[in-house]
C-alpha cells in the first residue's frame, strides 16, 4: 500500500466507514498531466452511515473535506463511490 493510499484512508476514518477500498490507479495515467505534476489518481468506494440523508454531491464533499490538502496536491483526480450500508 503507498503512503498516500495509508493517508486516505487515515483521514477517512473521520467518517466511520463500515468499508473502504481505494484502488491507485496512477500507472494507468502515465504521461497525463496530473500524474507529471505529482498527483495520483485514485478510484474508492466508500460505505458509512455518516452518508445518510446525503445528496450524492454532499457525500462528495464529505470525502473532500476529509482528505483536506491532499485535494489537489497529491490527488490529481478521484473517482467516488459513495453508499450507507442500507444502499448495498
Known amino acids: 500500500m503507498s503512503d498516500i493510499v495509508a493517508e486516505m484512508q487515515a483521514r477517512l476514518a473521520s467518517l466511520s466507514p ?8 496512477s500507472a494507468l495515467h502515465a504521461g497525463h498531466e496530473g500524474a507529471r505534476s ?17 445528496s450524492g454531491v454532499a457525500r462528495h ?18 473517482s467516488v463511490t459513495a453508499l450507507t450500508p442500507e444502499e448495498l
Open 18 to 25: 463500515a468499508y473502504l477500498d481505494i484502488v491507485d490507479e
Open 38 to 54: 505529482g498527483g495520483g489518481h485514485y478510484r474508492m468506494t466508500i460505505i458509512a452511515e455518516a452518508f445518510a440523508g446525503q
Open 61 to 78: 464533499r464529505l470525502v473532500y473535506q476529509s482528505l483536506g490538502d491532499l485535494m489537489p496536491t497529491r490527488i490529481h483526480a478521484l
